[in-house]
């Protein structure tokens, strides 16, 4: 192989030879190659849970002092010794949160999440075939809500955050996504990894670009045409009710399969198989898609609440600074921290993301206080303020398209 496709990664002042390396994330490691863009903290956060195995398998490939004009490219240089001083700042309050024991799993939050799951599932399932209507629309309303929150349940396991142990973790997301709602949890690591390397990301997040459905972000257009289209012109109307619902069952019937096959992820496709042929198949197609729509509506409508109305970039920037800028936390409360699955605490989730999340309460005035200390911005709304924040910016995204700006 000549030189010139030799394919480097930059950590902790060195860069790493990965030409012939096969990432076991998957493709996540094509972001940080030959541009460089410092991986170290992306690195130490995503692997906190395997870091020593992690570490091995970094230190065995060949690797060169990186020279000072090698960092990343679109950083001006006189950034790069205040990042320094913000990696050093972010790993001293890492490492006292830590100390603390804010990463350690907790029993007793395991057990009470998912029994409580199992349990509301069971009665909306029961609740689904009695004859009276009104049980009947409360059941299905509760496998809805049922799937939601196991989505929530297997966010946590599938950043090693619900028992702190990969290989368990990864087994009972799979359980619990594919035997709920039918998805792939494979497909949902390769996914959901790619948006925490780089949210809100130009060409990197997925999350940013949902067109031809919706446009967030109007720099996420590239056409006139597509920002004129039917479904971006009425996004603000159909985004709740209708484009949430098609985003789902295209995961579901087409992303998910064909993923899981491809990648021969075999525990996902017997889950998602039992999923089919008992839940979508005892309640009959029509309540089936009722309960994909309501999942959808609750799904979407709470995971844009974090994201979507913060503004976009294509520029690398520090870790810190990145989550700090294009992530929003929700003011919490019980009722909050109940619907939101504590996903409301999303500037900890990206900046630790194998922290359990209901540590964040306890968490968030530290990050706080942190920002303050190196003077980044810290957002935190209401839930209202955060729906607001997200009806208003999809209907300005498709007002500024519409009208050329």
């Not at 909306?124 to 496998?143: E, H, I, K, N, P």
């Not at 999942?295 to 609440?305: E, N, P, Q």
């Not at 929700?330 to 993301?353: K, R, T």
Request: net charge neutral; charged share 20%; with cysteine.
């Amino acid at each position: 192989m000549c030189r010139s496709e030799k394919k480097e990664i930059l950590h902790n002042g060195y860069f790493y030879d990965v030409t012939n390396f096969s990432h076991p994330g998957g493709n996540i490691i094509s972001f940080f190659v030959n541009n460089g863009e410092d991986s170290t903290n992306t690195f130490r956060q995503f692997h906190h849970r395997s870091i020593a195995k992690s570490s091995l398998m970094l230190q065995s490939l060949p690797r060169r002092k990186a020279e000072p004009g090698e960092y990343a490219t679109t950083i001006p240089p006189e950034q790069l010794e205040r990042h320094r001083q913000l990696t050093a700042g972010f790993q001293k309050l890492f490492k006292e949160l830590e100390r603390d024991g804010f990463f350690e799993p907790s029993p007793t939050y395991i057990c009470i999440r998912i029994v409580s799951l199992l349990l509301f599932i069971g009665v909306g399932f029961q609740l689904a075939f009695l004859d009276a209507t009104v049980l009947r629309l409360l059941g299905l309303v509760m496998l809805a809500v049922g799937g939601a929150q196991s989505g929530w349940v297997m966010h946590e396991a599938g950043h090693y955050s619900l028992t702190g142990r990969p290989k368990l973790d990864r087994i009972l997301q799979s359980l619990i996504f594919g035997l709920s709602t039918g998805f792939s949890a494979a497909w949902w690591r390769t996914y959901h990894n790619r948006h925490h390397a780089a949210a809100q990301r130009v060409g990197k997040d997925e999350d940013v670009n949902y067109l031809p459905l919706i446009a967030f972000n109007k720099e996420t257009v590239p056409t006139e045409e597509e920002g004129k289209s039917f479904w971006v012109r009425n996004q603000a109307l159909l985004y709740f009710p209708i484009d949430g619902f098609l985003i789902i069952f295209y995961w579901k019937m087409v992303k998910c399969p064909r993923y899981a096959w491809h990648k021969g992820a075999y525990l996902d496709l017997f889950c998602m198989g039992v999923h089919y042929a008992t839940v979508a198949y005892s309640l009959g197609l029509l309540p089936y898609l009722f309960v994909i729509w309501m999942t959808a509506i609750y799904t979407l409508g709470h995971l844009s609440l974090n994201h979507t109305h913060t503004p976009v970039t294509e520029v690398e920037t520090h870790w810190v600074e990145h989550a700090l800028t294009h992530t929003v936390d929700i003011a919490p409360s019980w009722w909050v921290d109940l619907i939101m699955g504590y996903l409301n605490y999303h500037v900890l989730h990206h900046l630790f993301p194998t922290m359990p999340l209901f540590r964040g309460r306890k968490v968030m005035d530290r990050i706080k206080q942190f920002a303050q200390e190196y003077g980044l911005p810290y957002q935190c709304h209401s839930y209202w303020k955060s729906i607001q924040l997200t009806i208003t910016n999809v209907r300005d995204v498709a007002r500024e398209l519409q009208q050329g700006i």
